[in-house]
């Protein structure tokens, strides 16, 4: 009985231990928010066939005025990825974490990000 509760204690650890592998960085799960992972960047460079149904309609000046990304996120299993324009003064990298709060692409509408991440020690 002793060993189930120290697997037991040794899960609850490994779970908090992830969660807060971001000292200092909460994400605002309770209302919605993701921790999102920049997969691309859209600019005025990009082809037309790389743009999503989102940014269709979007001119290469629009694009060089306003930022674009593509961003990943994991909810439960399954891995999604959404399209969301960065805040005025705001730049990432690729690979960057960023509080994001998600909004459907293929419907005509933009994810939105809130901050991003501070990095990982």
Do not use: F
């Not at 002793?2 to 000292?23: D, E, F, Q, R």
């Not at 299993?77 to 974490?97: K, Y």
């Amino acid at each position: 009985m002793k060993s189930v509760h120290t697997a037991l204690a040794l899960l609850i650890c490994s779970a908090v231990a992830g969660c807060a592998a971001y000292p200092g960085a909460p994400v605002d799960w309770q209302h919605g928010a993701k921790r999102g992972t920049v997969a691309e960047i859209y600019d005025a460079n990009t082809p037309p066939d790389r743009i999503p149904a989102c940014l269709a309609g979007s001119s290469p000046a629009d694009l060089t005025q306003h930022h674009y990304v593509r961003l990943s996120y994991h909810h439960v299993r399954a891995m999604h990825t959404e399209v969301a324009e960065l805040p005025p003064g705001v730049s990432v990298q690729m690979g960057e974490m960023v509080e994001l709060w998600p909004a459907d692409c293929a419907k005509g509408a933009l994810s939105r990000i809130t901050r991003v991440m501070p990095a990982v020690p």
